[in-house]
């Protein structure tokens, strides 16, 4: 009767979450978690039950068969007190030991939780019972107090608690707090031009010349914890920007807003030669993998128009979806039942409270964290057309190619090769320029690509390479005569560099906390260097100064 039970429950269950997912509402998804996590509990909790009663001896057997009820409920006892100790213990006493040891110790927690069904069951007396817990408050002081060797470990692993990072809006910055604005300036090496970069504290933007000095600011602040984390600005000196996950806006020269749209926009933003904007954006979706119902954060590109109004969405997840490995699926799954999905977000979204999505940036939902868009403005033969769309995908460690009309992938590099990479740009020679963050080495570089014949050609990375290392984020601009514009996000630090890696220039972000030894992250610069495009905005700085 228990298995058919058993059957029939998850066959409903499967039922249940394909009916839904075909819905494709987060919330209800999130609902079918909580209940098929309860249902799945109950199951494996039955099964437990009928593995324990075949495996006893038979006399014994019998005799718990004539008092089934009591012995289900010692077993469901037990196995909550194993799932409490095994969360809290690890969580707790042994956080930070080897594997060995939290083996060892989960062990420990094993064998106490059978003694305990075992007292309860032979209702074998508290004497007994206070001896075991007893042994097992010891035993656990004693294994949490000594590590037991065998290899190295401490906790998570470097690379994956970088991996992990939010895009934080302060850094820190104990060795570098002293340094603020322009620390080097190689006159004879650098190239000129006017500095615009965005202080991810605050929702400014900044123009600066080359010795670090205020051209222009703009500002616009909707909430209280705004801050802008990519802005562009146009011919006619307008300013696009957007606070990460929230809006998209568009400012004059004098900070007047002239239209703003709510979309979970992120990472980039391009414009082409017709005034039209390409935004990376994201959305909460229930999606279908090899069959799978999945549920992710879908990014896209929103085309808007010049005067903000939605054109059209080109969807990635079409695009992408051949290159998702069946382990992301499993990892998918696995961080559902142990992620605050199935808690505080739920009920931030029931309560409509701000920044209430259900599946989020950096989470094992975000499948692709497409963190690049550019559009390409001339035809390359053999690799694709004017109007083609340059991405990066960090999750894939992958950059490619997408044709926006068929909505296909034409040109993909860099699995086995980029590690969480950022920023690729097509450069006048047709190579391509790329911020490769290196979380995995921990060091970063940045590299110039020939696309035809997947060869790197140029290669930059410090003498010293864990000097210039930025886990996440990170931009890269080529300037004239073969200089490199370097935006190492993690420090608050911009530099230049020449082609043999001489630094010419180099810029801290003067926003410091200096109690807490702390400088506000940047997340890209950009020098522009052209010299109509440099006169106009000086004729808009002299203008707005007189």
């Not at 249902?39 to 593995?51: G, K, Q, Y």
């Not at 059978?114 to 206070?130: E, N």
């Not at 190295?152 to 990072?165: A, C, I, N």
């Not at 060795?175 to 000129?192: H, M, P, Y």
Request: aromatic share 12%; glycine share 6%; proline share 3%.
């Amino acid at each position: 009767m228990d298995t058919k039970i058993t059957l029939i429950a998850l066959i409903l269950l499967i039922i249940t979450g394909y009916t839904i997912a075909f819905i494709g509402s987060p919330l209800f998804f999130i609902v079918y978690m909580y209940l098929s996590l309860m249902t799945v509990f109950f199951v494996l909790f039955s099964l437990a039950a009928n593995i324990i009663l075949m495996i006893i001896p038979k006399d014994i057997r019998e005799e718990y068969r004539q008092r089934k009820i009591t012995f289900k409920l010692t077993v469901l006892v037990s196995y909550l007190v194993f799932l409490f100790f095994v969360c809290g213990i690890n969580h707790i006493f042994f956080l930070g030991a080897s594997p060995l040891t939290r083996l060892f110790g989960n062990a420990g927690v094993l064998i106490f939780t059978i003694f305990l069904g075992w007292v309860i069951l032979r209702r074998a007396g508290r004497v007994l019972a206070l001896s075991g817990i007893l042994v097992f408050i010891v035993f656990v002081s004693i294994v949490s107090n000594v590590n037991i060797s065998g290899f190295e470990d401490s906790g998570p692993s470097s690379v994956e608690s970088l991996r992990s990072l939010p895009y934080l809006r302060w850094v820190p910055a104990e060795k570098t707090a002293e340094e603020t604005g322009v620390a080097l300036f190689d006159r004879n090496k650098s190239i000129g031009g006017i500095n615009l970069y965005a202080s991810r504290n605050k929702p400014s933007a900044f123009l600066i010349d080359m010795s670090g000095n205020i051209l222009h600011k703009w500002t616009a602040r909707i909430r209280s914890k705004d801050s802008w984390q990519h802005i562009e600005i146009c011919k006619n000196g307008d300013l696009l920007a957007y606070d990460s996950g929230d809006y998209l806006m568009r400012l004059d020269w004098s900070s007047k807003i002239k239209w703003i749209r709510n979309i979970r926009v992120h990472h980039d933003i391009a414009v082409n030669e017709n005034g039209r904007i390409y935004v990376l954006a994201r959305k909460d979706k229930i999606v279908f993998i090899r069959g799978i119902p999945v549920p992710i954060l879908a990014d896209y590109i929103a085309v808007f128009s010049s005067n903000g109004k939605l054109v059209k969405e080109i969807p990635l997840f079409k695009i992408l979806k051949s290159q998702i490995s069946p382990v992301k699926l499993i990892c998918i799954y696995v961080d559902i039942f142990g992620h605050e999905l199935l808690s505080r977000d739920f009920f931030k979204k029931l309560y409509k409270r701000e920044d209430a999505y259900f599946f989020k940036h950096g989470t094992a939902f975000d499948i692709f964290h497409n963190n690049a868009v550019e559009i390409i403005d001339r035809k390359m033969e053999g690799i694709c057309k004017k109007g083609d769309i340059l991405i990066s995908v960090r999750e894939l460690d992958l950059i490619g190619i997408i044709d926006p009309e068929k909505q296909k992938l034409v040109w993909m590099w860099g699995p086995n090769e980029l590690s969480r990479q950022h920023h690729p740009t097509l450069l006048n020679n047709g190579n391509i320029l790329i911020f490769d963050n290196g979380p995995d080495r921990n060091y970063s570089r940045v590299i110039e690509l020939d696309p035809v014949s997947e060869k790197i050609k140029w290669e930059y990375k410090s003498q010293r390479p864990e000097d210039f290392f930025s886990s996440i984020r990170g931009w890269c601009q080529r300037l004239p005569e073969g200089n490199t514009l370097i935006t190492e996000s993690n420090k608050g630090r911009v530099f230049e560099i020449t082609k043999d890696g001489s630094l010419v220039w180099e810029f801290y972000n003067p926003e410091i906390r200096e109690e807490k030894e702390e400088r506000a992250a940047i997340y890209s610069m950009e020098r522009i260097v052209d010299k109509e495009k440099c006169a106009k905005l000086r004729e808009f700085v002299e203008g707005n100064t007189h």
